[in-house]
């Protein structure tokens, strides 16, 4: 009796790293590949820029500040410093046609809570050919009260839309 539960134990602790051996060795699954980049994104080497301009409490922040022609205005010259596409004058001229658009929609004005706004700052993305939308970037642009405030926090928001930007035309190589 004693010498059976002595052979069942052996063959137990022989047996068990043989069954469960395949199960700890088999090769996890693999990580699902990353969604692709559409082409025309990554080929592009003109683009127009549209002004899709902003909503009406934009519009007035906007001129409260002084600044006009935003997000446009910002924008542009963003795009030209950076230099990786070629800016041009006219969407048939153009591989890729950029809006941007600025909009302040209301939020939280549920359960007693004070209305307020939430400021966005939006790029979509479109072929010029089919006129299909590739792609939307958008970035949150924090409020302020205070005008230097509001130039900073908007200013930090333009240059986090292109970094965005930089980081889909340019993707890092594995």
């Known amino acids: 009796m004693q010498s059976a539960r002595l052979f069942s134990s052996i063959a137990f602790?022989?047996?068990?790293?043989?069954?469960?051996?395949p199960v700890v060795s088999a090769q996890q699954p693999a990580a699902p590949a990353?969604?692709?980049?559409?082409?025309?994104?990554?080929?592009?080497?003109?683009v127009f820029l549209a002004n899709g301009g902003a909503d009406g409490p934009s519009t007035n922040a906007f001129?409260?500040?002084g600044m006009t022609n935003e997000p446009?205005?910002?924008v542009y010259p963003a795009l030209e410093t950076w230099?990786?596409?070629?800016?041009v004058s006219s969407p048939d001229s153009a591989d890729l046609i950029l809006t941007v658009r600025f909009i302040s929609p209301y939020v939280d004005f549920a359960?007693?809570?004070?209305?307020?706004?939430?400021?966005e700052l939006d790029l979509s993305i479109a072929d010029s050919?089919?006129?299909?939308?590739?792609?939307?970037?958008?970035e949150v642009s924090r409020g302020?009260?205070?005008?230097?405030?509001?130039?900073?926090?908007?200013a930090e928001s333009v240059d986090r839309l292109m970094t965005q930007l930089k980081a889909l035309v340019t993707p890092a190589t594995p």
């Open 13 to 21: 602790l022989v047996a068990a790293p043989l069954v469960t051996a």
């Open 34 to 46: 990353a969604a692709p980049i559409p082409a025309p994104i990554l080929s592009a080497h003109t």
């Open 63 to 65: 001129k409260r500040a």
């Open 72 to 74: 446009y205005a910002s």
């Open 83 to 87: 230099g990786h596409w070629t800016l």
């Open 111 to 119: 359960e007693g809570n004070p209305m307020t706004y939430a400021p």
């Open 129 to 138: 050919k089919t006129h299909t939308q590739l792609w939307v970037i958008t």
């Open 144 to 154: 302020a009260f205070k005008k230097a405030t509001w130039d900073k926090n908007y």
